[in-house]
């Protein structure tokens, strides 16, 4: 398996702009996270998915954010408008929901920079 | 919800030496106990994890123990390489939300 896969890996837009960030779970995984990681507030939880359904959004900053999962091998993660404070390493992760372990695979991450 | 804590944010050591980075948590209910390295400029990944069922585990030179009674995990590193530099992330979670909070990370720097 190629493991979780996240486009673009690097982004640059102008403030005001909407962007669009991608990711691809492993197959057969039933849960995907949606985590924001800055210097200053480490690693944030944005949105987490159970089988495409959006569980937890509480983390999600403003109504500028919004995530959608319209299937179990995809995902997006949408800012509109962009703002220089969107600035960050967004990862998406995914992982096998069992009653043991909840083990999360994390995609090599977007590095989003606002101008 | 819960709240994980984790200390030093910087530990520095010396190729050889052993390194240890401690975390608390705050929600009873937790369960599992995850830990990730995240190398410079790459994704975080699974190092270790333990469960609340179990007091110590080890894996070649890592092992991480769990104090259920005092809400404290704490992951140990011996014969540490430079290889080990990274930032180390804890995280609890429980098997009813399944959502892990992480603690803030520990900057792990082993100088030859």
């Known amino acids: 398996d190629a493991g979780v896969i996240q486009s673009p890996r690097h982004e640059v837009t102008e403030m005001g702009q909407e962007v669009t960030l991608r990711c691809k779970p492993i197959?057969?995984?039933?849960?995907l996270f949606w985590y924001r990681q800055t210097m200053m507030r480490g690693l944030e939880l944005l949105i987490y998915?159970?089988?495409?359904?959006?569980?937890?959004d509480s983390g999600m900053p403003e109504d500028r954010f919004s995530a959608k999962m319209p299937n179990a091998s995809f995902s997006t993660l949408k800012i509109q408008p962009s703002e220089p404070r969107d600035s960050a390493v967004y990862f998406c992760?995914?992982?096998?929901?069992?009653?043991?372990?909840?083990?999360?695979?994390f995609g090599p991450g977007t590095r989003l920079t606002v101008t | 919800g819960e709240n994980v804590e984790q200390h030093p944010s910087t530990l520095s050591v010396q190729e050889g030496d052993s390194a240890v980075i401690k975390c608390t948590y705050s929600?009873?209910?937790?369960?599992?106990f995850p830990w990730y390295k995240q190398e410079l400029g790459k994704r975080p990944q699974l190092i270790i994890d333990?469960?609340?069922?179990?007091g110590e585990k080890k894996d070649q030179r890592i092992a991480v123990t769990l104090n259920k009674t005092a809400k404290h995990f704490s992951l140990h590193i011996t014969e540490t390489q430079p290889e080990d530099s990274a930032v180390y992330f804890c995280?609890?979670?429980?098997?009813?939300?399944?959502?892990?909070?992480f603690g803030r990370g520990t900057s792990l720097i082993v100088h030859p």
């Open positions: 992760a995914s992982s096998y929901r069992t009653g043991q372990r909840n083990e999360q695979y």
């Open positions: 197959s057969g995984h039933n849960s």
């Open positions: 998915f159970n089988n495409n359904v959006p569980i937890d």
């Open positions: 929600d009873s209910a937790s369960n599992y």
């Open positions: 333990i469960r609340s069922n179990v």
């Open positions: 995280a609890a979670s429980n098997a009813g939300s399944y959502i892990p909070t």
